[in-house]
């Protein structure tokens, strides 16, 4: 159904592109901790397509949980994390 | 019976959910207790028709009739549906976008699902999985589903091969069979949507138990009840229908009359013919707006407002009547200012306040109270118009219980008396548009004679009000945990800080500023009398200071009083608003007064304008004292200094007249002179750029390049010139003290009545178009040259020309357009963003959740601060913790 066969091959470049924070995946440790601390279900999580080139870069699995560190005007630096969903 | 007029009479559930579905036809059955079948209401003797639309078994609504269904009056009958048996079935609009759905994907032949078995349960399981965790995702999931499974052209069950569908909305499909296009039927795609398999419908995102596709082809239409389209009786006697009737009158004679066709095998055009016309107007019933549908009429004038219209728009049922709900105890009148009320305080007039009633509670320590109101009775202030009593459970109304004083003795615990509006009630304040939380606060009552609603200025800015005609909302809360949750959370004071960007939104304007600058400058020094003048304004109690001048007359200075108010171990420093161009410093050693500095609560130097005391401006005194001591210091603040500010103008008077922007002959010569000299270089631009000699802008054409240059210049000139005329004036005249404190006015205002208005500009362009090749005819054609394309030297003083008054229009007039759409526009933008965002909430633990429990963000505002308790955003403000604790190194000195 989702024509995943196309695999383009992606630029590792953006990785270090300047507006890309940075991603990595969660280990299972870290991610069952990080459910736990927020008392949470995974399905809480806010979602990111496994079609997104980061994902596709970082070689994430569905139900992978990727923690993002992005540069707040608030917090100077800040934590977030996203699943990895089929679509 | 008790105090809510016997509604606990019934039992109450608590609703935990509302799940929607089709109406299936066996259930429209088991409902109806009349199935209509004549299109006519009334015999010829005015009796209802039995089988008519207002057969009595519909329910019970005259005064005194008794239903013949449940026994009931109309009081209590809860009206009952009727049906009308369609003699073919019929589509019914919006549904038939599911049933194209479920057209496109499921065979023409055996009704299933156009996708190979094991893929199907592939699919079923991936769906399932997505739905309990992800419903989004599900929903995205079965739109490919969906795609995948239309492309498919021949059946993977029965081999039947698959032809296209066309769907033409509202109600007609077409399949694109091989010997052309055919029409089908309702009857035939029913056939087609039976047998579609439940299993099936689950992948297609419909749920089989509750919304079986064939029940979305009407064989049977539910009609409602008559207290859903109650006649009307008109004051002749005529009685008048309900549109609702009018259209269903009009189904059911178009049922009769295909039907009497089948019976009477009439041809099977005149039958086809009646079958869609059917169609028609059940589609017309349901919307009577729809495109490609012949609306119904009354005598082919008016559309009749069936039910799609009943809930649409704005006063449709779900904006109108469900958002948009009245309210009682409510009022609404002017409002006018009141600087000496307190900032939480509301004005209400005497004759609304005997309208709003509190209802009070008697108890043996309010007993006496009560027996005051009553006694008054229910038209003279303070007073009462019901009573309410326990024992008997009565409510009485005193405006026709005249005997007050054996009401007033007969009262005893435990009654309610509905008693007028007094001073210290909570009550809450609104003005439209609601745009903030702050456009709802709540003020204590201040009873007042005349018929305005009395504010206190300061309060002006989170409503946005101001008092050329405004009118506001007054709500009285009626039980005592809204009083008491008002009272804490949306009394005024708490909302002098802003949570929108971390400053006060409550705080001098306009002749506050003018105000305290005048009495914190530098050269104010008040005799004895005059000080206890604007001391008592401000209501102060103590000792007066120790004068700053003893001899030979005790003097003091503004700075003096000022400091008696402020909190004695506040320090501060920071820039006033006049610190800018020739007053500018940027230390505290500063000497034109312009550096606010605060040592343990005195106003050491520096003046109080707008950037110390005025409204919406971040880490300011009165920002930082509501921050740093209360909320209810601050007001404390605007209770009282804020006075002796008003007072300070009242006595020194704050007036401009011609002579203020008035500059003496040899200055205007001087602009003259600027003029011509600006007028000549751009002569000169011009001769270039015609003679093709001019160096264009890299990147812009020769024209631009000439335009860009011209309005260059000309915006130098207006500085030149506004420059010239300010260092003509007196630095110390009102109007500049008001454009310099930020009171009101702006250097450009002054520059716009002293010196010359400027170019004057349509669409960001100098004013092109009008004539053929010129702006006005008082021009040639082709002049480039500025007073031709719009520039203004004139000015508000001595006036402009008639050309400049037109150029001045045009510029204008597009202000006014321009405002009117931008508010328009964002006010648009505004509520789609609030709407898509109201439901968010901050959870205990610090993360912003959607209303199903998922998390946007994972600290609120990535910091987790509470922008309203923050120095501008700055949770923490080092610098100014080290100013508020450590010592202000010059001052001290």
Same mark, same amino acid.
């Given at each position: 159904m989702v024509s995943r066969s196309r695999k383009k091959r992606l630029d590792t470049r953006i990785l270090e592109h300047e507006l890309v924070p940075e991603h990595r995946i969660l280990s299972l440790e870290e991610a069952a901790e990080l459910l736990r601390t927020l008392s949470i279900k995974p399905n809480q999580l806010p979602r990111i397509s496994i079609n997104d080139p980061i994902v596709q870069l970082l070689g994430a699995k569905p139900g992978d949980i990727i923690e993002i560190k992005r540069r707040s005007p608030t917090a100077g630096e800040s934590l977030y994390y996203r699943i990895v969903v089929v679509f | 019976m008790s105090y809510n007029g016997g509604r606990d009479r019934f039992e109450s559930y608590l609703i935990d959910r509302i799940v929607m579905g089709v109406l299936p036809p066996h259930e429209i059955n088991r409902m109806a207790r009349v199935t209509v079948t004549r299109p006519d209401l009334y015999e010829s003797d005015g009796s209802p028709i039995t089988g008519g639309l207002r057969d009595p078994h519909f329910g019970a609504i005259e005064p005194g009739e008794v239903c013949p269904v449940c026994g009931n009056t109309r009081e209590n009958c809860p009206g009952h549906f009727g049906k009308i048996d369609l003699a073919r079935p019929v589509l019914i609009p919006y549904y038939t976008d599911y049933i194209n759905v479920v057209l496109q994907a499921t065979c023409r032949q055996c009704g299933r699902l156009l996708i190979p078995s094991e893929k199907a349960e592939k699919y079923r399981k991936i769906y399932r999985r997505l739905k309990e965790k992800w419903p989004k995702l599900a929903a995205n999931f079965v739109k490919e589903l969906r795609k995948e499974a239309a492309q498919t052209m021949e059946c993977p069950y029965c081999g039947a091969r698959q032809f296209r569908i066309r769907y033409t909305r509202p109600i007609i499909f077409y399949e694109e069979r091989p010997e052309g296009e055919t029409r089908l039927t309702p009857l035939e795609i029913r056939d087609r949507l039976e047998m579609v398999r439940d299993e099936d419908l689950e992948l297609l995102g419909i749920d089989p138990k509750r919304s079986r596709p064939e029940w979305m082809v009407a064989t049977v239409l539910p009609v409602p009840p008559?207290?859903?389209?109650?006649?009307?009786?008109?004051?002749?006697?005529?009685?008048?229908?309900?549109?609702?009737?009018?259209?269903?009158?009009?189904?059911?004679?178009?049922?009769?009359?295909?039907?009497?066709?089948?019976?009477?095998?009439?041809?099977?055009t005149m039958i086809e013919e009646a079958w869609i016309t059917l169609q028609y107007v059940v589609a017309a019933y349901i919307d009577n707006e729809l495109p490609n549908v012949y609306p119904l009429t009354q005598k082919r004038v008016r559309t009749l407002k069936t039910l799609a219209q009943r809930l649409k728009g704005k006063e449709g049922r779900l904006r109108g009547n469900l958002s948009g709900k009245r309210v009682d105890f409510s009022s609404r009148t002017v409002i006018s200012p009141d600087p000496y009320i307190s900032v939480n305080e509301v004005g209400v007039p005497v004759d609304i306040a005997k309208i709003l009633t509190v209802p009070m509670r008697v108890t043996p320590y309010n007993l006496e109270e009560a027996r005051r109101y009553v006694l008054n009775g229910p038209y003279k202030w303070p007073g009462a118009t019901f009573v309410y009593k326990a024992r008997s459970g009565r409510k009485i109304d005193l405006r026709y219980h005249r005997n007050y004083k054996q009401m007033a003795e007969s009262l005893e615990v435990g009654d309610i008396v509905e008693r007028h509006l007094i001073d210290g009630d909570i009550v809450l304040f609104n003005r439209q548009p609601s745009l903030h939380r702050m456009s709802i606060l709540a003020h204590k009552v201040r009873v007042m004679p005349y018929k305005t609603f009395r504010l206190n200025p300061l309060v002006c800015p989170p409503y946005n009000a101001d008092f050329d005609g405004d009118e506001m909302n007054l709500h009285v809360m009626r039980s005592e945990e809204a009083r008491t949750e008002a009272e804490e959370l949306l009394l005024v004071e708490r909302h002098i800080k802003t949570p929108r960007y971390g400053g006060p939104i409550i705080g001098g304007r306009q002749d506050y500023v003018s105000g305290a600058y005048l009495l914190t400058v530098k050269n104010r020094f008040l005799t004895e009398k005059e000080v206890v003048r604007l001391l008592a304004a401000a209501g102060y109690k103590g000792e007066l200071p120790e004068p700053a001048i003893h001899a030979p007359?005790?003097?003091?200075?503004?700075?003096?009083?000022?400091?008696?108010?402020?909190?004695?171990?506040?320090?501060?420093?920071?820039?006033?608003?006049?610190?800018?161009?020739?007053?500018?410093?940027?230390?505290?050693?500063?000497?034109?007064?312009?550096?606010?500095?605060?040592?343990?609560?005195?106003?050491?130097?520096?003046?109080?304008?707008?950037?110390?005391? /005025?409204?919406?401006?971040?880490?300011?005194?009165?920002?930082?004292?509501?921050?740093?001591? /209360?909320?209810?210091?601050?007001?404390?603040?605007?209770?009282?200094?804020?006075?002796?500010?008003?007072?300070?103008?009242?006595?020194?008077?704050?007036?401009?007249?011609l002579s203020d922007v008035d500059i003496p002959p040899e200055a205007r010569e001087k602009i003259k002179d600027l003029v011509e000299e600006a007028k000549n270089e751009i002569a000169e631009m011009i001769k270039e750029f015609e003679e093709g000699k001019l160096e264009p802008i890299p990147g812009r054409s020769l024209q631009e390049t000439l335009e860009l240059k011209i309005i260059n210049r000309l915006q130098k000139l207006l500085k030149d010139a506004g420059q010239i005329a300010t260092s003509y004036m007196d630095p110390f005249n009102d109007v500049f003290i008001m454009a310099k404190t930020g009171a009101r006015g702006s250097d450009v205002n002054i520059t716009q009545m002293v010196a010359m208005l400027g170019q004057q500009t349509v669409r960001g362009k100098r004013v092109w178009r009008g004539f053929r090749k010129r702006t006005l005819a008082h021009f040639k054609p082709n002049d480039l040259s500025p007073e031709a394309r719009g520039f203004v030297k004139g000015n508000f003083r001595y006036g402009l020309r008639p050309t400049e008054v037109f150029f001045h229009a045009a510029g204008g007039r597009e202000g006014l357009v321009d405002t009117a759409v931008k508010t328009s526009q964002s006010g648009y933008m505004q509520r789609r963003l609030m709407n898509a965002e109201q439901d968010l909430y901050t959870a205990y633990d610090g993360t912003v959740r959607d209303l199903y429990g998922q998390i946007v963000q994972f600290k609120f505002g990535e910091d987790g601060a509470d922008p309203m308790m923050t120095y501008h955003g700055k949770a923490v403000d080092v610098d100014r913790l080290i100013e508020r604790f450590g010592v202000l190194k010059e001052a001290s000195k």
């Open positions: - | 008559l207290a859903v389209r109650p006649p009307i009786t008109l004051e002749t006697g005529m009685k008048s229908e309900d549109d609702l009737t009018h259209a269903l009158a009009e189904i059911v004679r178009q049922n009769l009359r295909l039907k009497n066709f089948l019976s009477s095998n009439a041809p099977e007359k005790k003097l003091w200075t503004g700075k003096q009083l000022v400091s008696l108010f402020l909190p004695k171990d506040l320090n501060y420093t920071g820039k006033a608003k006049i610190n800018s161009g020739p007053l500018s410093c940027d230390t505290i050693d500063c000497f034109h007064d312009s550096y606010i500095a605060i040592y343990e609560g005195k106003l050491l130097m520096g003046v109080f304008d707008k950037s110390a005391i /005025g409204a919406e401006q971040p880490n300011n005194v009165l920002h930082v004292i509501a921050l740093e001591y /209360g909320d209810s210091k601050a007001r404390e603040l605007l209770d009282t200094m804020y006075r002796m500010f008003i007072r300070m103008l009242d006595m020194r008077g704050l007036t401009i007249s």
